[in-house]
């Protein structure tokens, strides 16, 4: 099956930096997803990007199908902004997605 | 917030014991799927459907059955219940294979 690695695992960021998020994934993809994993579980979408870009106040996501990765940028990071960022893509026209192990953000006051 | 809610939200039960976990929606999406989360794993595919009737297995089906008798309605089903089962499964439910998939709360399963 499609293989989907998250880079970094885990990131530390004081309040107001930014930050890059990565995502390669083996194969070709019709879906791609970026969702938020807040402490308390729950799963929130960010992105349904299977190519181009997109922005969403201090988010923003690029997904370069040809070259196989998606990048999630954070942007003057808040407190709120921590917990897990999962990519997830799905090769078929199905959505039975794949996610990636997640990139563990904390961003401290 | 997509229409989509777990039942119930947290359980314990004991090893061999039969269970049941609902997922209920009011978008009226044909797909709906059954995930679990496990420390070390993410999210991982369980079983799908893509229509009242229309089901099928995903990477992790050993030990689980799902029905849909219904747009709304997804039932995962652990027929005897065992410890590695001990997980968070999450529903999830998109209205085409082409759009993005909305998770609901999750179910916090624990097999003692």
């Known amino acids: 099956g499609i293989q989907v690695e998250q880079s970094p695992p885990d990131l530390i960021l004081q309040e107001g930096a930014n930050s890059t998020l990565r995502c390669n994934f083996s194969?070709?993809?019709?879906?791609l997803q970026w969702f938020h994993q807040n402490p308390w579980g729950q799963l929130i979408n960010l992105f349904y990007i299977p190519s181009g870009t997109k922005q969403n106040g201090r988010l923003s996501a690029t997904t370069v199908a040809t070259e196989r990765y998606s990048l999630l940028y954070i942007s003057s990071s808040q407190t709120t902004d921590s917990g897990v960022y999962f990519c997830?893509?799905?090769?078929?026209?199905?959505?039975?997605?794949?996610f990636g192990g997640g990139t563990r953000l904390m961003v401290k006051p | 917030d997509a229409g989509i809610t777990q039942s119930p939200r947290h359980k314990v039960t004991e090893t061999g014991t039969p269970v049941t976990l609902r997922c209920h929606q009011t978008?009226?999406?044909?797909?709906m799927y059954w995930y679990r989360q496990d420390p070390g794993h993410g999210l991982r595919l369980i079983h799908y459907?893509?229509?009242?009737?229309?089901?099928d297995k995903g990477e992790v089906s050993d030990g689980y059955s799902v029905s849909r008798s219904k747009t709304e309605d997804f039932l995962l089903t652990l027929e005897s219940a065992t410890s590695s089962q001990t997980s968070v499964y999450f529903c999830?439910?998109?209205?085409?294979?082409?759009?993005?998939?909305?998770f609901g709360q999750g179910t916090r399963l624990t097999v003692v």
């Open positions: 194969d070709s993809v019709n879906n």
């Open positions: 978008e009226n999406h044909r797909y």
């Open positions: 997830a893509v799905d090769r078929n026209a199905g959505n039975m997605l794949t």
């Open positions: 999830a439910i998109s209205g085409t294979g082409n759009t993005e998939a909305f």
């Open positions: 459907s893509y229509g009242v009737k229309d089901t």
